[in-house]
């Protein structure tokens, strides 16, 4: 840096040549370069566009869209399609008129962002005058969010950022989420997996990577979804649980550009990152490459990835990203991603990932684990190096055969490959007095070959159609153990008489290989305009073909199998589903949504234990009712309950009558007469936004029943004169699991301020047993944090927050310790502006903890700060970054599992690190065009019909 400066013309032809380098994918879009101003002039005209829809979806052609403001007085008429555009308006605020014969008249205000040339307003939606009345006049605005059926739809427009700003800068502003410093995205507690862009899979799915890199100018709206799979998108039925999707919907105006980004930079504790991004998007075609490199340490948070501060952030006492494991890990990864249409019926679209990781880790952690009526304490220290890789490959075929047949053809491929290695040294004291050093080493390879077939037939009757899907899917692991320990055991309450020493130095190998077969048949039957009758067959066969090999190692000598601690077995699981179901609220304007059927599910469990000769076969028959329910009071006022079951049958392991010992220090014990789990599954949702006062909240709640949980019985044995802990299993009921998470977020003076309160509780009640003695254990976790956000100009931001959180476990073994863990913490982050380039960004934590003795610093102080300086209107920048000044992110995490058993793990002491970071961003956008030059049209996902 300072010979950047010291010699500024070499700095700069340096800097030049990057430019030119990250300019050539623009070879056939030049760009005229502005004048430098301090302040962009404001847009004189604009042109607003928008469609008139009926409440099944369909454009009204022929409509009378009349718009008004101090400024203007324009009239049109909609197309064929229901589109309507204005030209040349002078106000972003201004009033519509909207009327059809048949139709009830709309009136409406709206407020829209005053700097965007090109506005394409939500589709207006008209309901039917009833007969023999007067059409109703009705005044509302475009609300900013709003709810439907899987989906929560935020208008980006009424959130307003920087020039040149990113996704998740962007997503930062809206209510209920939460962007962390690594890229990672949560939405009203629920972590986001997978991002789309347009209704299609962008780049691989990667939200990071989506969210740091695209630009929030191109963005119309943002969709979370709950997505239940491409069958259920298609068919309307839905199976499972889903997973969080965000769905990024771009202007129509800004849907066909590319853009390019460059990050390169270094710090002190070999410190290092650099990335490359570029992308093209042309309406539902997409190209991109990605590439990154970069050294990280754990057990603190990452370091961010966006110039802001964040990073180094944790001492909570309970919480941190990492899990609270020391070390440093060197990451990379590559991506290349093509979505196109070839011909005019079939789509492609292929991903390809390339990843390593080099993980160095230093781990030292405290145990307390209840042992019947006593208490195990167990003292860890172990370090290790863990190297993997992976190549993935995908690729989805897409075919509109005709307007009524559609198939799908989707192909994966996985290898990842790792080589591991690790010293440990376990000192055990309490019930047992033990003492184990040792080291392992391993090897492992697992091709993983996956494919999809996917068929539908849509009927001439409407909503009647018929689909058809099968998959198959092979994995095979195969690894190589080497384990090498010495197991020292003393008398009991002595510390230097020893009882027994046992070394042992053995090689494992695996061959593990699990083959899984499923086909299932849908059809849906149309009862009137707002029912249907579904029914869906499934059957899923799972085939596993497992050999364990251990071999004694002896000094000098040949490895010598060793039978008694080989396992040799085979067993396959299949079954059944079929469901009937009944759903009504079909159509948009349906205010009460539900579904009601029942699943009928039949299963056969089949083994044989190779190397005991001995047989399994188990039958099994449940019917697991089905239950949805949805009611809106409006498009921004909506609640919603989902009852689910599930049967779980044993694991082969589990229901084995014989010793499995080919891991010496924990021999298990199957059970032939354990039950199938059964697991109740009640989940719900409220949510509420009031436009006019800009106030929204809403409430998760779950909870889970499982009747005949499967658990684990530890039996204190002696084995080769050590003691050692037996697994064996049985069944329990009474574990349930409750929680519900709330949001609150209240916008003030055009969302310059917004208050948000926030916040989790979270209750496990479990079953135990250990030495033959039941017991039950507790866990209560509550999170609050109340925290505004304060942006009232452009130049300053200020985000301070107060948290208070607390952990309490127990249990009803005599000896129990119990834990009750709280802290209380202030936070703070933001930025200053000056000169219009120059940013000081900040963010410091101070948690008062309690609950913890082993606390390397009981209340730490954690100060992040950087300094940073934009170029050519943000697209470059430069920054100077420091993580915690003071160096007390030293803590220790602590992690309750469902048993009461408590683990202490402290933090890397590595937390103070420094960063000097260069990056460059490059992007051109322009409007896409339909058929004719026409405007075109789009899915409610955001995807281009034309």
């Known amino acids: 840096m300072m010979n950047f400066f010291k010699y500024p013309a070499k700095g700069l032809a340096l800097f030049s040549l990057l430019l030119c380098y990250t300019t050539s994918v623009y070879a056939q879009t030049p760009q005229n370069t502005p004048k430098p101003s301090s302040v962009p002039p404001p847009v004189a005209l604009r042109e607003i566009s928008g469609i008139v829809k009926d409440t099944v979806d369909f454009g009204i052609p022929g409509t009378t869209v009349r718009l008004s403001s101090e400024k203007d007085t324009l009239v049109t008429v909609t197309n064929g399609d229901g589109v309507f555009v204005f030209k040349n308006v002078k106000s972003a605020t201004y009033t519509l008129a909207i009327s059809n014969l048949g139709f009830k008249s709309l009136v409406a205000k709206f407020k829209q962002n005053d700097a965007v040339a090109r506005i394409v307003m939500d589709p207006i939606i008209l309901k039917e005058a009833p007969a023999n009345t007067l059409n109703e006049v009705v005044i509302n605005g475009t609300p900013s969010i709003t709810y439907k059926t899987d989906t929560v739809e935020y208008r980006a427009s009424d959130y307003i950022v920087r020039e040149n700003a990113t996704v998740d800068e962007l997503l930062k502003k809206m209510e209920g989420m939460e962007v962390g410093t690594d890229g990672s995205l949560v939405h009203q507690g629920t972590a986001v997996t997978k991002a789309k862009i347009n209704g299609k899979t962008y780049l691989g799915g990667d939200v990071s990577t989506a969210i740091q890199n695209l630009p929030a100018e191109i963005v119309d709206k943002i969709q979370m979804v709950d997505d239940y799979g491409d069958q259920a998108a298609r068919t309307g039925i839905k199976d499972g649980d889903p997973e969080k999707i965000l769905n990024i919907v771009t202007r129509a105006d800004k849907s066909v550009g590319n853009t390019a980004n460059i990050r390169a930079g270094g710090g002190n504790n070999e410190r290092y990152e650099g990335s490359v991004f570029a992308s093209r998007l042309n309406k539902n075609q997409t190209i991109g490459v990605n590439a990154r490199l970069n050294n990280t340490v754990n057990g603190v948070a990452n370091s961010g990835d966006n110039g802001g501060g964040g990073g180094g952030r ?380 800009k106030l929204n909240y809403s409430v998760n709640m779950n909870a889970t029943f499982v009747n005949n949980a499967v658990v684990r019985n530890s039996v204190e044995i002696i084995q080769d004169g050590i003691t050692v802990y037996e697994t064996r299993y049985l069944n329990m009921s009474g574990v349930y699991r409750v929680g519900g998470n709330y949001s609150i977020n209240k916008q003030l003076a055009d969302r310059k301020y917004n208050l948000s309160f926030k916040g989790s509780v979270n209750h496990n009640h479990n079953v135990a047993m250990s030495r033959n003695i039941q017991y039950t254990s507790s866990v209560w976790n509550m999170n609050n944090r109340f925290g505004p956000r304060i942006n009232p100009n452009e130049w300053m931001e200020v985000n301070p927050n107060v948290g208070y959180s607390f952990i309490k476990s127990s249990n009803t073994l005599p000896t129990s310790l119990g834990s009750l863990t709280k802290t209380l913490s202030l936070n703070i982050d933001g930025k200053f502006i000056a000169w219009q380039s120059w940013i000081l960004g900040y963010s410091a934590s101070k948690n008062f903890i309690s609950g913890i003795n082993a606390n390397i610093s009981a209340n730490p102080l954690v100060i992040d700060s950087y300094m940073q300086k934009e170029m050519w209107k943000r697209r470059a920048t430069l920054t100077l970054q420091a993580f915690d000044i003071l160096n007390q992110n030293n803590f220790v995490n602590r992690n309750i599992s469902d048993d009461g058993t408590q683990t202490d793990t402290k933090t890397n002491a590595l937390s103070r690190y420094f960063m000097v970071r260069l990056s460059m961003r490059l992007q051109k956008w322009t409007g896409a065009r339909g058929r004719n030059n026409a405007q075109p049209m789009r899915r409610g996902d955001g995807s281009f019909l034309n």
């Open 314 to 693: 944790g001492g909570n006492g309970g919480s941190n990203s990492s899990g609270g494991s020391g070390g440093t890990t060197n990451n990379g990864n590559s991506a290349f991603s093509f979505r196109d249409q070839i011909g005019k019926k079939i789509k492609i679209n292929t991903n390809y990932r390339y990843n390593f990781d080099n993980v160095n880790t230093l781990n030292n952690s405290l145990t307390i684990r209840p042992v019947g009526n006593q208490s195990l304490f167990i003292l860890n220290d172990s370090k290790g190096d863990n190297n993997k890789k992976g190549h993935n490959f995908n690729l989805e075929l897409e075919a509109d055969l005709d307007s009524n047949n559609y198939i799908k053809f989707t192909p994966s491929i996985n290898y990842t490959s790792s080589l591991s290695g690790s010293k440990f040294s376990i000192f055990q004291t309490g019930s047992i007095h033990q003492d184990q050093i040792g080291s392992n080493t391993s090897i492992n390879e697992t091709p993983n070959l996956e494919a999809t077939l996917f068929y539908q037939h849509l009927f001439a009757k409407p909503r009647r159609n018929f689909s058809v899907q099968l998959s198959v899917n092979s994995v095979n692991t195969q690894s190589e153990q080497d384990r090498n320990s010495n197991v020292v055991e003393y008398l009991d309450g002595t510390t230097d008489v020893v009882k027994k020493q046992l070394l042992t130095h053995r090689l494992v190998e695996r061959d593990n290989l699990r083959s899984t077969y499923r086909g299932s048949v849908t059809y849906v039957e149309p009862i009137n305009l707002k029912s249907q009758f579904e029914i869906n067959t499934q059957v899923n066969y799972n085939g596993y073909d497992n050999k364990t090999i251990s071999s004694d190692i002896n000094a000098g000598g040949a490895p010598k199998v060793i039978d008694s601690l080989s396992n040799i077995y085979d067993y396959s699981f299949l079954q059944s589903r079929i469901a009937v179901n009944y759903r009504y609220g079909i159509n948009t304007g349906s205010k009460i949504k539900f579904s009601l059927g029942a699943t009928a599910v039949p299963a056969l469990l089949s083994g044989t234990k190779v190397s005991l000769g001995t047989t399994t076969n188990r039958s099994s028959f449940n019917i697991i009712p089905i239950a949805r329910f949805q009611y809106l009071w409006s498009r921004q006022h909506s609640m919603q309950i989902n009852y689910s079951g599930n049967a779980n049958e044993p694991s082969f392991d589990q229901i084995q009558p014989v010793r499995d010992v080919s891991n010496p220090q924990s021999p298990v014990v199957g059970n032939p007469d354990l039950k199938v789990t059964f697991n109740h599954a009640i989940n719900g949702s409220y949510n509420n936004y009031i436009a006019n006062a």
